[in-house]
């Protein structure tokens, strides 16, 4: 079963719990989170903005008042403890969440300018502009050559040419072309967990997206797959803007420039990274990354 699936026969689940003893963390916090100032954003190019977005499960709020920016060809880390809307929020940047019946967006998320829930948005056509990386690799049950080549056969392009270039264009912009070359034909499932990531970002390169959203890619795997794939991520910024899910600080800290630390639902704050890190504005925020809870 596709994590899509998995996503889709879930049951439905309970709304936010507190930490206990967490309580008091946002008390004085009240004031909504403006989306400037955000010290070094306002240069950025914006990919995505956000106003005032909120996401409801039935009469569960998952999400509210989310205001920010992510910038264009920069990565950004989205953390915080279980729960607080992550992966929430990382699926209302292609609708994904349009696939649950419950869910609800409120407020407006554009793409380049475009707000991508006006009516009549192609939503085929946004997911191939915004591409997405779960956290367990999903290959499908073909060869490694047919899951890249995959997204161009969908659009109709039948060339060999055509596919043996974008084929091998993605698998190197995926740094998995010299481990896989002489193994196009076999199936993706014999790759080892850290090369099929790779393997599905080669998928998701493959079709030209603008936007990859990664949601916990690397917490199934190995440290030396990790680094690979944080790398990749590294190098993968010229050509694409990137949004990641972690709860791995030290890879928050890492790999992206800006960080948006989410609690309850509620953007906290949203930063330079280095900043976040050493100096956050706010108290929720030092004490999650220092690991006072979460
Ligand atoms: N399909 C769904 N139906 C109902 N409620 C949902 C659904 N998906 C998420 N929720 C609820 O929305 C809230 C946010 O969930 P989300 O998965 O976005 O959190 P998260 O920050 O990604 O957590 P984790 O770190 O555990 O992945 C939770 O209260 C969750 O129970
Ligand atoms: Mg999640």
Not at 49 to 57: F, I, P, S
Not at 115 to 135: K, N, S, T, W
Not at 286 to 293: A, H, K, N, Q, S
């Amino acid at each position: 079963m596709s994590e899509r699936e998995a996503g889709l026969n879930a049951a439905p689940r309970t709304t936010t719990q507190e930490p206990a003893g967490t309580r008091n963390l946002l008390a004085g916090l009240g004031t909504p989170v403006e989306r400037t100032p955000v010290p070094g954003l306002q240069a950025e190019a914006a990919a995505f903005e956000l106003d005032d977005v909120g996401v409801q499960y039935g009469d569960v709020t998952a999400l509210k008042g989310v205001n920010l920016t992510i910038p264009r060809n920069r990565i950004t880390a989205f953390i915080g403890p279980s729960g607080c809307g992550k992966s929430t929020l990382l699926r209302s940047l292609n609708r994904m969440n349009d696939l649950v019946d419950s869910a609800r967006l409120l407020g407006e998320i554009r793409l380049e300018g475009e707000d991508i829930y006006a009516p009549g948005v192609d939503v085929v056509e946004l997911r191939r502009r915004v591409g997405m990386v779960f956290q367990k690799p999903n290959p499908f049950p073909k060869t490694v050559y047919e899951n890249v080549a995959y997204g161009l056969r969908i659009q109709g392009v039948r060339r060999a040419s055509v596919l043996d270039e974008a084929v091998e264009r993605s698998l190197t912009q995926a740094a998995l072309w010299d481990e896989v070359k002489d193994r196009l034909d076999k199936p993706a499932v014999e790759l080892s967990g850290g090369q099929q990531q790779r393997l599905v970002i080669a998928r998701a390169i493959a079709i030209e997206p603008e936007v990859i959203l990664l949601d916990e890619p690397c917490s199934a795997l190995d440290p030396l797959s990790t680094a690979k794939v944080e790398s990749l991520m590294y190098e993968l910024k010229a050509d694409f803007t990137l949004v990641i899910v972690t709860h791995n600080m030290q890879q928050a800290s890492r790999v992206s420039d800006y960080t948006a630390f989410l609690y309850l639902g509620e953007l906290v704050e949203m930063g330079p990274t280095d900043q976040i890190f050493l100096k956050p504005g706010e108290q929720a925020t030092e004490d999650y990354i220092t690991g006072r809870f979460g």
